[in-house]
């Protein structure tokens, strides 16, 4: 399979038009962050309790910036529609882990006051609103460095079906010892989702990191990992001095605390990012609100996934 020499690939800029409205999105994340920051760490003014989803909005406008800066292209610029998808898929996305932290109980939030049930959901489902655009926008501006791209010719994982099939069982096994013995295999829940459902949208035809790594692309994985440890560092550094905040009670590791979050624990935002990305092209699946030629831009520097017919798009790649 031949291979493309991104770097020599020249970088876009957005038009002078757009260039202004960069300028005006930049402005404005940096604002929100500053000040939701500030509000967020005060806990005396009248925002520092409802600072939280502003504060990650200014970091996905900011990122989103300097992705189109960089490329000439970005979530947001590409679609409205598709970039407010993002957010409103977040919100059962998240929900779905607190209903399994329900059972595992490794994390409980510390909130200022007394909430009615209404307005602690609508809150929390604001909140929840940010991950995937943050773990999709910064994963994109990782994408965008050639340390990353060079990934994008490695080695091939290609088992065929039958042998994805065992990873599918895997994640089904994960999930039933984590649900059966939260205490022993709490963090298996971090990674079950992803071998359970990832498997599946390859086999559906949808976008996975399956069939990326199939045809030899890791840049997908490795920018999910950054992401993940960028967000996750984040999270919880503006959450250490946050109200409301949260709190961890994770059995065996207990020793030596990044913030509030133990050191160990950060590695599972590495494979936490790879869950998000195979549970919202699972919904994508279906609702096929993202194509691929939005989330993968440019389309033409993307070879035919292995699952694709032999029609040839044109300007596309193939070996």
């Known amino acids: 399979m031949p291979t493309l020499n991104l770097k020599s690939t020249p970088t876009p800029r957005p038009p002078s038009g757009r260039s202004q409205l960069l300028s005006v999105q930049l402005a ?6 500053a000040l939701s920051w500030a509000a967020s760490w005060s806990e005396k003014t009248p925002l520092a309790h409802h600072s939280f989803f502003f504060l990650w909005l200014g970091y996905v406008l900011v990122v989103d910036g300097l992705v189109l800066l960089r490329t000439g292209t970005s979530l947001l610029s590409r679609g409205v529609g598709r970039f407010i998808g993002l957010f409103v898929v977040s919100i059962p996305l998240w929900w779905l882990f607190e209903a399994l932290n329900a059972r595992l109980n490794n994390w409980s939030y510390q909130l200022p006051h007394e909430y009615t049930w209404l307005a602690y959901h609508a809150e929390a489902s604001l909140a929840f609103s940010t991950v995937v655009p943050a773990l999709f926008g910064t994963a994109e501006l990782f994408r965008s460095f050639a340390f990353v791209r060079r990934f994008d010719s490695w080695k091939r994982l290609n088992p065929g079906d039958a042998g994805w099939m065992p ?24 990674i079950g989702l992803f071998f359970l459902v990832d498997p599946v949208v390859h086999r559906l035809g949808g976008i996975s990191v399956a069939g990326d790594v199939e045809v030899g692309r ?27 905040k949260w709190t961890y009670d994770i059995p065996y590791a207990e020793w030596l605390h990044l913030f509030e979050m133990p050191a160990l624990g950060y590695g599972g935002y590495l494979p936490f990012a790879l869950e998000t990305f195979a549970l919202v092209m699972l919904i994508n699946r279906f609702t096929r609100i993202w194509p691929e030629s939005y989330l993968f831009p440019p389309a033409d520097l993307r070879p035919v996934r292995a699952e694709a017919t032999h029609e040839v798009p044109v300007g596309r790649i193939v070996p």
Do not use: K, R
Request: net charge negative; proline share 5%.
């Open 28 to 33: 404005i994340g940096t604002g929100l962050v």
């Open 167 to 190: 990873f599918t069982l895997t994640g089904a096994i994960m999930l039933g010892l984590v649900l059966t013995f939260p205490a022993i295999f709490f963090p298996l829940v971090w």
């Open 218 to 244: 890791w840049a997908l994985v490795f920018s999910l990992f950054l992401s993940g440890l960028t967000c996750g560092f984040f999270w919880e550094f503006w959450n250490s001095s946050a109200m409301p």
